[in-house]
């Protein structure tokens, strides 16, 4: 039978790029997502995980892999606040991991996020962490003359950036401005393009065996500020850093907002250790700063 990929979210950022890299392998991937208007790629099946996750058994097949992407962005308030985080993460998660175990699906992995963990206080990390262990538990059940265990795997990736991801939007809107005030942001990540973390996650997924746990983290080690400035300079922008004082008080103010679209979680992620360890083989991987400085516009 042919191995399939069943990538739940892949139409997203990272999960577009995950479907390209392992078709590019000459591999089966089959795409699931609702096809809003945000995402503005059609899936290969259109399935809400949320609404209809009684339709996920319908898709699924002994022997597939299946890949959970399906999340909301830590860094904007959903419509439904903090029960939307644990719809995606949580409601639809356990749908998927229980049509997996009933299909006789032989892996199942979460893509989670860099140092997240229960009690953070931000509820997109505390439903991710209640997902890890969901499928844990799952992965530990031995039946006896049941089907074979599901293989378990966590995707921890950093910050991914390239076109079009959150944060590469964000400062391009920005660096049309002359001069921009930057929030003094110590804590520190280790910025992955999406092409490095989609062969990466892709060797993973391909591997004889997979690892229960996954880190995909990049070459460089950078303050939220640094990585700022590395987009902006070399685009003409100046950068004013301000403050911590001030840093913090805008950090808790952004945390106060209950509208859709604001920062809400800002000061609960900030608080999580995001540099995790640093990759194996670090030169065979863009580097944030080389690739901001050379993806620029002629002549700025
Ligand atoms: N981007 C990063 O820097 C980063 C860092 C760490 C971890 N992650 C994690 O990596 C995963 C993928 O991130 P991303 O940046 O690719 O996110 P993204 O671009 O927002 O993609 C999210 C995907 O999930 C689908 N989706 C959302 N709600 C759904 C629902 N109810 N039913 C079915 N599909 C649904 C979306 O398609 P539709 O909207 O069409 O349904 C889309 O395919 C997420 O879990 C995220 O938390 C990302």
């Keep these: 039978m042919k191995k399939r990929y069943i990538l739940i979210g892949g139409t ?18 089959v795409t699931v997502a609702r096809g809003s208007r945000s995402t503005r790629r059609q899936p290969n099946v259109r399935l809400d995980v949320v609404r209809a996750p009684e339709l996920l058994g319908s898709i699924l097949e002994p022997g597939d892999t299946v890949v959970y992407l399906a999340g909301l962005s830590p860094l904007k308030r959903p419509v439904g606040g903090r029960r939307r985080y644990r719809e995606v993460h949580l409601t639809g998660f356990r749908a998927a991991l229980a049509a997996a175990e009933s299909r006789g699906v032989s892996r199942f992995v979460q893509v989670s996020a860099l140092g997240v963990q229960s009690g953070c206080g931000a509820a997109y990390g505390e439903t991710k962490t209640r997902a890890t262990e969901l499928l844990r538990e799952a992965a530990a059940q031995v039946m006896p003359n049941g089907p074979a265990r599901i293989e378990p795997m966590v995707v921890e990736p950093s910050v991914l ?11 391009k809107r920005v660096s049309r401005l002359p001069l921009v005030p930057l929030p003094q942001i110590a804590a520190q990540i280790r910025p992955i393009h999406v092409t490095d973390a989609a062969r990466r996650l892709a060797d993973a997924l391909t591997a004889a065996q997979m690892p229960g746990r996954l880190e995909l983290t990049g070459p460089e080690l950078l303050a939220f500020h640094q990585l700022a400035a590395a987009y902006l300079e070399p685009r003409e922008t ?20 209950k509208l859709p679209g604001a920062p809400a979680e800002l000061k609960a992620m900030l608080a999580l250790d995001n540099a995790g360890s640093p990759p194996s083989q670090p030169e065979e991987l863009i580097m944030f700063s080389r690739w901001a400085s050379e993806s620029r516009p002629r002549g700025r």
Excluded: K, N, Q, Y
């Design 238 to 257: 100046r950068v004013m850093l301000l403050p911590r004082s001030l840093t913090r008080l805008l950090v808790w103010l952004a945390s106060r907002l």
């Design 12 to 29: 997203g950022f990272f999960g577009a790029a995950l479907a390209r890299e392992l078709r590019a392998r000459g591999l089966t991937v």
């Design 161 to 171: 950036f390239g076109d079009g991801s959150e944060i590469i939007r964000t400062l």
